[in-house]
């Protein structure tokens, strides 16, 4: 089948989008108290509110925007203040994770953690060296269409993958489909994988990434799903909230993932509910849904499976997980004793009570045997780091447990 706002120093200040960029405001009380650095967010997946500048300490919250209640995510920039120590305030909860903030100091091409030294309750300090003019923080690491695109170029030209527009967002930007494995001529099998569903849940970019280079490259792996499974995939299903730099998580009236339901109002999930059912003809055997769960705690510092209520499905996503044990080989733990069934904590029929989820909706489809959506942590797994190099890793561990449990099914 074919196919950031930008902060002002007023706590006051609101924050808007102009057909889908960030508009920007000039902010009085930096000018009027001679600040001579800005703080702004004025860059791709910016978001924060400066609240108030006083001396070296500056106070900010998280832009909410249209969030029923309270989500972590942040992402601003500061210039111009090189040899100086500032420090960072943040309201309670703290909206800072277990491994402090991610800092990039070269314009947002690489980013490392700072570690949780840095950090006292909800606020963090910096001290910038004389060379630095340009210091991005983060509450995570970044994952956004610049780096699906890099990654992109650098396994095509292939014959095993193609690359499509799915969508288009109501800003008018593209999202892409890409379908990878045997994507000429009949399969024997069909799998859906998508991802941020959520707009701030970015170290689950690095994991879809690490599969489509594993099934793309392994010789072994690569292989088999090029003579038998057909992927498709949507890396980015709130394209808009990824770039603006939305939280994405609980957006009003429902957030993507609760979109499922009824007459879907996004239109990456409306053309998705469109098209799989025909592209299936029966044939799709799992559908697999990326997120990171919340900012911490025990659970949400543990990868794992959130458990369907259908039975049947609840047996294959045990199965999945039992593999993935047998098959790893990254840094990245995970037990089969870490999925939540449903029934237990929060994973209950209350959650769903806005909508229906993307791992439901494809529980129902026609042969499915494994849908599920994977909670990957933004930081930390057992006390291991997640980064982009280990990220990439823990993708290409569940691409060695999806070709093996493909292959179980003969």
């Not at 288009?168 to 569903?197: D, F, M, S, W």
């Not at 449903?342 to 494994?370: C, H, I, P, V």
């Not at 990957?376 to 006390?383: F, L, M, S």
Request: aromatic share 10%; proline share 4%.
């Amino acid at each position: 089948m074919a196919f950031g706002s930008v902060a002002t120093a007023a706590a006051a200040a609101n924050s808007y989008f102009d057909n889908g960029s960030p508009v920007t405001f000039a902010s009085k009380l930096q000018i009027e108290e001679g600040v001579n650095f800005s703080i702004d967010a004025n860059l791709p997946a910016g978001n924060i509110i400066v609240e108030k500048i006083d001396g070296n300490d500056i106070y900010l919250a998280q832009d909410l925007r249209d969030t029923e209640g309270w989500w972590f995510y942040w992402k601003f920039r500061v210039a111009g203040a090189a040899g100086k120590k500032l420090n960072f305030h943040f309201p309670e909860p703290s909206p800072i994770g277990v491994r402090g903030p991610a800092i990039s100091k070269d314009g947002g091409l690489k980013w490392s953690w700072m570690g949780g030294s840095t950090v006292k309750d909800s606020s963090f300090s910096y001290e910038f060296n004389a060379d630095e003019k340009d210091v991005r923080f983060c509450f995570t690491i970044p994952y956004q269409d610049k780096d699906l695109q890099l990654f992109l170029k650098s396994v095509m030209p292939n014959p095993n993958l193609t690359v499509e527009e799915h969508s288009r967002t109501k800003a008018g930007r593209v999202v892409q489909r890409l379908r990878l494995g045997k994507i000429n001529g009949e399969p024997k099998y069909r799998v859906l994988l998508t991802c941020r569903h959520h707009a701030c849940e970015s170290m689950a970019g690095f994991v879809l990434e690490g599969m489509m280079e594993h099934m793309l490259t392994n010789a072994k792996d690569s292989q088999w799903f090029c003579d038998n499974v057909e992927v498709m995939t949507i890396p980015f299903m709130d394209m808009d909230g990824v770039e603006a730099g939305d939280q994405g998580k609980n957006r009003k009236p429902h957030d993507h993932n609760r979109d499922y339901l009824g007459e879907s109002i996004y239109n990456s999930v409306k053309q998705l509910r469109n098209d799989v059912p025909a592209w299936s003809e029966g044939k799709l055997k799992g559908a697999l849904d990326l997120h990171c769960p919340y900012i911490r705690g025990d659970d949400h510092e543990k990868i794992y499976l959130v458990g369907s209520s259908n039975t049947g499905i609840w047996l294959q996503q045990t199965r999945f997980s039992s593999i993935f044990e047998s098959v790893r080989k990254g840094p990245l733990d995970h037990k089969t004793s870490d999925n939540i069934p449903f029934g237990q904590a929060w994973n209950t029929d209350k959650n769903y009570s806005s909508g229906k989820s993307f791992s439901r909706w494809a529980s129902e489809l026609e042969g499915m045997k494994l849908a599920s959506t994977i909670e990957i942590p933004y930081a930390t797994v057992r006390g291991a780091a997640v980064t982009p190099l280990s990220a990439r890793a823990l993708g290409r561990d569940f691409a060695r447990t999806l070709c093996k449990y493909l292959e179980e099914l003969d």
